[in-house]
């Protein structure tokens, strides 16, 4: 625990009550949406400047403070979450829009600028920012830049990597670095921004970023489809992509719809019982383009691929169709799931399901899971759910010990532990199965030159190092 005579330190850094400790803010700061660990800060701090970013960095390193940094704590693999006394930084006070430039299309955001705004700003420019997640009304840019948010429309526009024109990073050090200042065209030996996207905080913290925008998409429509099994749904993608660009292309299985019809505010796409669903978004540009999804439509019909389906045919529907996907991961959270968010190249995701699906029905035969996820990108969402009455610690253990067969596939199908969500804390001890040693060693190296000293968010992404 980090002594009051040093936390005094800090709030003479940042402006007057920019230092919370009381055990609400320290509840509320010290976690994500994961739900497996308790949070346990020793402060949170708000800086609201680059220059009180760079002040708390030095002031960490004086002191031999662990830092973590704080955005929508949306995160579902722990990489928000301080549960050793550390020293949270937030954010939120930095949440402003800098510029804009027509021309570039790119808009300078603060890291605590959310999701939503950047997309509204965007829309008013008549302009699109296209990573979009469900956590889009309170995750931060900042965040979303940690992690290298994927979301629901990567299969056209790609993860959040895509769409940095330039960063501007305090590293461990708490040295300022410009980072590929907005060019579309560099050829200057190693890109460092990159390295930032995706670290979860462990090289340094974003304090301003460069976001690409695209032109707005024209007409977007909506069809969900019925399948007879999830076999179907690959043949149903081939066939809806050499027709169509596709904006997205999700799933969901029987078990998902079931729940979200039980909340009573999301109409059924159709009245036929299927037992799995997929959501295809495209830019009906034009009479032709629409016609063609309908013909595209009947061949996967007549192929027994699809049993039902439905096409929108104003906003409305098509945002109805979309709550039907998005709204999935809000609703389970109430059986508190257990989460894995794992991918392969499209091409092996039926085989890869199949074997997947049989150590997990085989190892938890009295759970209910839930399939669900970004198939277009061979980008899985197993949930596995908690009986109601189950101790959430015992559940927990209990599903962990299926981890390792889990994972076992995962690498004989050369595929990712983590395809969005990050490793945080929840898959660190399984980064094995998706890098090899001497890439964790490059990895570790790497986080050496930018923060030597271990302070920043330390055991995300590895395990902490033993003391010697
Ligand atoms: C999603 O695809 O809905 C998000 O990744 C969140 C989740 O997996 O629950
Ligand atoms: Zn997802």
Not at 75 to 102: K, P, T
Not at 149 to 174: D, E, F, H, P, S
Not at 341 to 350: A, L, W
Request: charged share 20%; net charge negative; with cysteine.
């Amino acid at each position: 625990m980090t002594h009051p005579a040093v936390i005094d330190e800090l709030m003479a850094l940042v402006d007057p009550g920019k230092v919370l400790t009381d055990p609400a803010s320290l509840e509320a700061y010290g976690k994500d949406w994961t739900k497996h660990y308790a949070p346990a800060p020793t402060a949170v701090v708000f800086p609201k400047s680059v220059e009180q970013v760079q002040a708390i960095v030095r002031w960490a390193n004086v002191h031999g403070v662990a830092l973590v940094p704080s955005g929508g704590r949306t995160g579902l693999s722990g990489g928000a979450v301080a549960a050793h006394g550390e020293v949270v930084v937030a954010f939120d006070q930095m949440n402003r829009i800098l510029d804009f430039n027509a021309f570039d299309r790119t808009v300078v955001c603060q890291p605590g600028v959310v999701t939503a705004q950047l997309q509204a700003f965007a829309l008013e420019q008549g302009l699109y920012y296209p990573v979009d997640l469900a956590s889009s009304g309170s995750s931060q840019i900042g965040g979303n830049i940690g992690t290298n948010a994927g979301g629901i429309k990567v299969i056209r526009y790609g993860m959040t990597r895509n769409w940095v024109a330039g960063l501007k990073v305090v590293t461990g050090q708490g040295e300022l670095l410009e980072l590929n200042k907005d060019l579309i065209k560099n050829a200057t030996g190693y890109d460092l921004r990159q390295l930032f996207i995706g670290a979860e905080g462990t090289l340094g913290f974003v304090v301003e970023a460069t976001m690409r925008l695209d032109r707005a998409p024209r007409n977007l429509t909506a069809m969900v489809l019925g399948t007879p099994d999830f076999d179907s749904i690959m043949p149903v993608l081939h066939a809806f992509q050499g027709k169509l660009d596709l904006t997205a292309f999700e799933f969901f299985s029987d078990k998902g719809l079931a729940k979200i019809l039980a909340r009573g505010d999301v109409p059924a796409p159709f009245a036929s019982d299927c037992p799995f669903y997929a959501l295809l978004e495209f830019e009906a540009t034009t009479e032709q383009v629409a016609e063609q999804a309908l013909a595209t439509f009947e061949h996967c019909v007549e192929q027994g691929w699809v049993l039902d389906g439905v096409m929108s045919q104003s906003e409305t529907q098509l945002n109805n169709l979309w709550k039907l996907r998005e709204y999935l991961s809000e609703t389970i959270s109430h059986w508190t799931p257990y989460k894995n968010d794992i991918s392969v190249t499209v091409s092996k995701v039926p085989a890869f399901l199949r074997d997947i699906d049989a150590i997990v029905s085989a190892h938890y035969p009295d759970y209910e899971v839930v399939w669900y996820g970004h198939i277009g990108d061979g980008n899985l969402h197993l949930n596995i759910l908690k009986p109601e009455h189950m101790d959430k610690d015992a559940f927990f253990a209990s599903c962990t010990k299926v981890n390792k067969w889990v994972f076992e596939i995962v690498q004989r199908y050369d595929g990712s532990i983590s395809a969005e969500h990050g490793v945080g804390m929840t898959k660190r001890d399984y980064l094995g199965y998706s890098r090899s040693p001497e890439e964790i060693a490059c990895m570790k190296a790497i986080k050496a030159v930018f923060d030597p000293n271990g302070i920043m968010n330390p055991g995300k992404i590895f395990a902490p190092e033993q003391k010697q």
